[in-house]
């Protein structure tokens, strides 16, 4: 039992990072438009679409030039953010920000829906497996046994990105501005911040991290139609048990699930997706604005 601990340990922390950079996103734009966007899911599809169609593409055209696989991770997460973030922001979001939390909710599902479609237009039904960039680093050996060095990368991308958000709000006047339009985005605007720029920028920004989960995991999985459906269930249960709108919080959520999920795999894979939403019962029991969520005053 004790010899598989390091390896447990090992998959709940890749497992956890993947989480954590979709969740990161979906928390990131909750926190600061407060907009649940369910059409999240498809950014995450779409990144890993992407990557595995340019890897593809690539592999079968020019493949003496192999070490370019690595860059497009961030190009397809890059470039599908931009031009879904605009179309999502500009054209269905901005119309309904001050409409009830429901409506939005109904507008990202329906887009939800739509991007599903869509995907399956442009890549057809088949599955992809970009295996060729998580291959090319090998592996290591972890007490004996080898281990994949491209899913340990995943968590280094995972601590940066926190770091990076962290330093961010912490220490920088963008961060400080960012923390006025959260917390009251009316005042935030009388007092001359551009909330409108913000907006489109904290859209693209979690668009991009999205995208960048399903671009890092394609080369791990099996990129097959609905992919997406599951990433935001598990996302939504991620955000939720860290608490709404909290980086930090998407965190230690996505540690917290990883964990148990991975013990669940590893003795009782019978309840795998079970455990993970019984832990974010227990504590929406205890703590029902998760664990880093704050009660908001409701303004009147």
Not at 52 to 81: K, T
Request: hydrophobic share 60%; charged share 10%.
């Amino acid at each position: 039992m004790f010899q598989s601990l390091p390896f447990i340990f090992l998959d709940s922390l890749v497992y956890a990072s993947w989480l954590f950079l979709v969740a990161s996103g979906l928390t990131l734009i909750y926190g600061v438009m407060k907009v649940l966007n369910i059409a999240h899911g498809s950014l995450y599809a779409f990144g890993a679409y992407s990557m595995a169609w340019l890897v593809g593409w690539f592999s079968s055209n020019y493949d003496n030039y192999q070490f370019l696989y690595f860059f497009f991770i961030p190009l397809s997460a890059i470039l599908v953010a931009i031009i879904l973030s605009l179309f999502i922001e500009r054209i269905f979001l901005r119309k309904v920000y001050e409409r009830d939390e429901i409506v939005i909710v109904l507008v990202t599902y329906g887009l939800f829906l739509i991007f599903e479609d869509i995907m399956k237009i442009i890549f057809g039904t088949t599955s992809y497996l970009p295996f060729q960039p998580r291959i090319m680093l090998g592996d290591i050996a972890v007490f004996g046994l080898p281990y994949v060095i491209y899913d340990l990368l995943i968590i280094v991308i995972a601590a940066l990105v926190w770091c990076l958000f962290f330093c961010i709000i912490k220490f920088t006047k963008i961060g400080k501005l960012l923390i006025a339009v959260i917390y009251d985005k009316e005042i935030a605007s009388s007092m001359g911040i551009n909330v409108s720029k913000f907006f489109v920028y904290t859209f693209f920004i979690g668009c991009f991290l999205g995208c960048l989960g399903g671009a890092t995991s394609a080369p791990m999985i099996s990129v097959v139609p609905g992919v997406g459906v599951e990433i935001i269930v598990l996302a939504f249960a991620v955000v939720v048990t860290g608490g709404l709108g909290s980086i930090s919080g998407a965190l230690i959520g996505a540690l917290l699930i990883g964990l148990f999920r991975t013990i669940a795999i590893f003795y009782f894979p019978q309840f795998e997706l079970f455990i993970v939403f019984f832990v974010m019962a227990i504590i929406l029991t205890v703590k029902p604005e998760g664990l880093f969520g704050t009660k908001e005053v409701r303004k009147i």
